[in-house]
């Protein structure tokens, strides 16, 4: 017999597939578990949200369960990787859709920490009778949506800095472009891009390469470009006034180190090539606060990820 956290790992699967098409709204994912006669424990019903404004994965994993099965819901146990809304936004209360369903149990990931939830959906459950686990593989559903909550706890986008850099740590050969990325890492950039709402660069590099900052390289829709100097800060306020949930921000090192001084950061990304230069601009110096959460080598360059510790 599966285990409450393998059901729900099976919902943190189905949730990524809404990784492009959920936004604004969060990944969730939905299983459903039934005892069917004969043959044991068993998923009868799956789902996750597949695009903004149309259903939400509990509508889609009731949708997907059988006729011949529909009895066996009365004793059926839910897993849902986000805590099932409560409210009427686009569609109806999920909350209410599972009490008309009649299952006996409903496993949740983690709370949603947008304010129209925030427990109502787990308390309108359990006032129907229905038994509620909560935090089941918690860390692992509020890392998956961590854009999302930061948008809407810290009310400004979930911020990602990132460069590239030397062995030796510079980002540019004495002040001139350097191409430290491989044809490989710089699809992965894109597909980085393609998962954000909006990215920025300082006006220095702007003027002086360019920067396309599209997702040619994948496929998705182009962040937000913005450009930002002494004369024109950014203003996260209107960022979140704009629903932009997520920002990256490239460079050059100025810009960077401005959002360091200001602990304005959630995600560090490094990209370090196995090349070395004689002078240029030194790369920011990571945080104190920066531990890290994955690395990996592509064509020889590697990639470290950090978080906050």
């Known amino acids: 017999m599966a285990t409450d956290e393998q059901y729900m790992e099976r919902c943190l699967q189905l949730a990524r597939n809404g990784l492009q098409s959920a936004r604004p709204n969060p990944m969730v994912g939905a299983v459903i578990v039934a005892v069917r006669p004969g043959q044991g424990e068993r998923i009868i019903g799956e789902g996750y949200h597949v695009c ?27 897993y849902v990787s986000l805590e099932p809304c409560s409210h009427f936004g686009k569609t109806p209360p999920c909350a209410d859709l599972i009490v008309a369903k009649g299952v006996r149990r409903v496993v949740v990931g983690c709370i949603d920490e947008f304010a129209k939830v925030q427990g109502r959906g787990i ?45 030796n740590g510079f980002i540019d050969d004495g002040g001139r472009p350097l191409a430290i990325s491989t044809s490989f890492t710089q699809m992965l950039v894109h597909k980085l891009r393609a998962e954000a709402d909006a990215i920025l660069v300082g006006r220095v590099t702007d003027e002086r390469e360019h920067p396309a900052l599209t997702v040619r390289h994948w496929v ?28 990256i921000v490239e460079g050059g090192a100025a810009t960077l180190n401005r959002f360091f001084e200001q602990d304005l950061w959630d995600e560090i990304r490094v990209e370090t090539a196995p090349l070395t230069v004689a002078a240029g601009t030194r790369a920011p110096q990571l945080p104190a606060t920066a531990r890290v959460a994955g690395s990996a080598c592509y064509d020889g360059n590697r990639i470290v990820t950090l978080v906050r510790a």
């Open 220 to 247: 998705g829709p182009n962040p937000v470009r913005l450009v930002v100097s002494h004369s024109q800060p950014l203003s996260l306020e209107a960022l979140y006034e704009q629903g932009i949930q997520s920002l």
């Open 123 to 167: 308390r309108r459950l359990q006032e129907a009778g229905i038994s509620v686990t909560v935090g089941v593989k918690e860390t692992e559903c509020r890392q998956l949506n961590r854009r999302f909550f930061t948008f809407h706890r810290q009310h400004r986008p979930y911020i990602i800095l990132k460069w590239a850099q030397t062995a």
């Open 52 to 78: 903004c404004g149309q259903g939400h994965a509990e509508v889609n994993a009731f949708a997907s369960v059988k006729p011949s099965d529909e009895a066996l819901l009365r004793e059926a146990t839910l």
